[in-house]
């Protein structure tokens, strides 16, 4: 299975540029302890997990270590050679997932180092999984409309989540976002990695368990062409959503068919714009509105995305909740 994502967070920084040749890697005296603990309530027993710990120099790896979980919930390793700039990454597979640690400095001097890795008992019933804030971008760029969705998601439970919903290749499919027709450029920005992501021609989905907690930070973009003066747009929602607030900054375009704007609001990076904001959303409701107002003309130029710091907008949602809302968009 795949690492969560503090694993390939950290992974994700580490880079391949060349350094001077150091002096070889000498044994020292140095112990790293990883200490296991199952962040499930009454979870079962972490003894005999294995533990894998990498272990970089300078960034690059250098050696990789096993190890197994003994009853007091540690895994100890001695004489871990180090020197300096010497960082190691603990995991530990339980009940066939892989769960990782921070990264750890480790020095000769120290003595010591500890790591510590939370794992959690699997779960197959993503009905736990919701949305909190759900931001939706719209601007006008070239000869596209450039999207970016900002999504707060939450696992209510204290479990890691899959689900018993399995693709052609078996893997989970654990979160399925549905994106308008003809969307194109899909990137990825916060929470999804793309070699745990499916495409399909509705949008996507992910097959990494999804930790515990209420604020995993998602984000990604797209773009729909632009081929008429008046476009239909229906956004699906996939997953129980509390609030969803539409951002228009279409220039010489409008949104229509969502009634009218709850107000303008100055964005993170100081542009204007028109929201519209609609709640309590169930699974299955499509929200669908119109764009109007463009003079088409077709161009050869391609369009590029340009994302924004993800959930940026977060910060004008207490505002947001003192507005009034709009009506509700029908169930398919």
Known sequence: MKFLASALAFLSILSTTAFAEDAPLTNSNTLLVVKVTNGTAQGTSVTDDKVFVRIFQHEQLTETLEGKVDASGQAVFENVPTREHTVAVASARHGDMMFASRAVSLSSESGTGVAHVTVYDVSEDNSKLSVGMHHFVIKAQSDSLVITEYMQLKNASDMA??????????????????????????????????????????????????????????????????????????????????????FSQLGPGKITGLGSATGRMTMADGTSAEYFNLSELNSGDTINFQVTGFNVIKSQRKSWIIMGVVFGVVTMLAVLRLRPKSKQPSSE
Do not use: C, W
């Open 161 to 246: 989540v899959i689900s018993k919903e399995k693709d052609a290749q078996g893997l989970p499919v654990v979160l399925k976002i549905l994106l308008p027709a003809e969307f194109a450029d899909l990137r990825f920005a916060g929470y999804f990695h793309t070699d745990a992501v499916v495409v399909t021609e509705d949008g996507f989905y992910d097959t990494m368990a999804m930790p515990p907690g209420t604020n995993h930070q998602a984000a990604f973009s797209y773009t729909l062409g632009i081929d008429s003066a008046t476009m239909d747009v229906a956004k699906r929602i996939s997953l129980p959503t509390s609030e969803f607030v539409l």
